[in-house]
């Protein structure tokens, strides 16, 4: 080969990793509008113990489904701020237990992570109701010292709350990948 021929693919070796790091800050960008939008939404609340809202109503029929009735509603709180971030996810999202699977198998938009990896924007699935791989999700809004993190939740004692939580309490730790 002759020299100009080896620097102008020396010259594309290097401008391979750059389109890569653009697509993460890309989604680094989508997760941090993720966020805003979902403590934008702190203290709204269902009408008693429906989980009925004309605006969780709204993120439901949103996602593609039929509402109401009204579902519990973790997953359509994540499903519209990422919506709202400009990334549709599978409207599987409603059920945690069935998204759990789609991130361990790293599909439908969603990859496993390790808990060590969390960072914001990423999502946690809690397994509070028995027999259930996950039965709620949450969105990280920033990692703390100590193996803990605040995060933005739905559907928590009936309204959107943020919390401190640990990492050693969700079953899965799984970030959007678009």
């Given at each position: 080969m002759t020299r100009a021929v080896l620097l102008a693919l020396a010259g594309l070796l290097v401008a391979a990793p750059a389109a890569g790091?653009?697509?993460?800050?890309?989604?680094?960008?989508?997760?941090a509008r993720a966020v805003g939008w979902a403590v934008s939404q702190e203290g709204h609340a269902e009408?008693?113990?429906?989980?009925?809202?004309s605006r969780i109503t709204r993120w439901q029929r949103?996602?593609?489904?039929?509402?109401?009735?009204?579902?519990?509603?973790?997953?359509?709180y994540v499903h519209q701020a990422f919506l709202r971030?400009?990334?549709?996810?599978?409207?599987?999202?409603?059920?945690p237990h069935r998204s759990y699977a789609d991130a361990v198998a790293g599909r439908r938009g969603l990859q496993r992570i390790a808990m060590?990896?969390?960072?914001?924007g990423d999502l946690l699935f809690f397994r509070i109701r028995r027999?259930?791989?996950?039965?709620?999700?949450?969105i990280v809004r920033e990692r703390l010292p100590g193996n803990r993190v605040r995060t933005a939740e739905g559907n928590v004692s009936h309204t959107v709350m943020l919390l401190?939580?640990?990492?050693?309490?969700?079953?899965?730790?799984?970030?959007?990948?678009g």
């Open positions: 790091t653009a697509t993460q800050r890309s989604l680094q960008s989508v997760r009408r008693g113990t429906t989980n009925c809202s949103e996602m593609g489904l039929k509402a109401p009735p009204c579902e519990p509603w973790c997953g359509a971030a400009g990334v549709r996810l599978s409207a599987r999202i409603i059920d060590s990896e969390v960072r914001k027999g259930l791989r996950a039965s709620h999700l949450a401190t939580r640990s990492l050693s309490v969700p079953v899965l730790a799984a970030r959007v990948t």
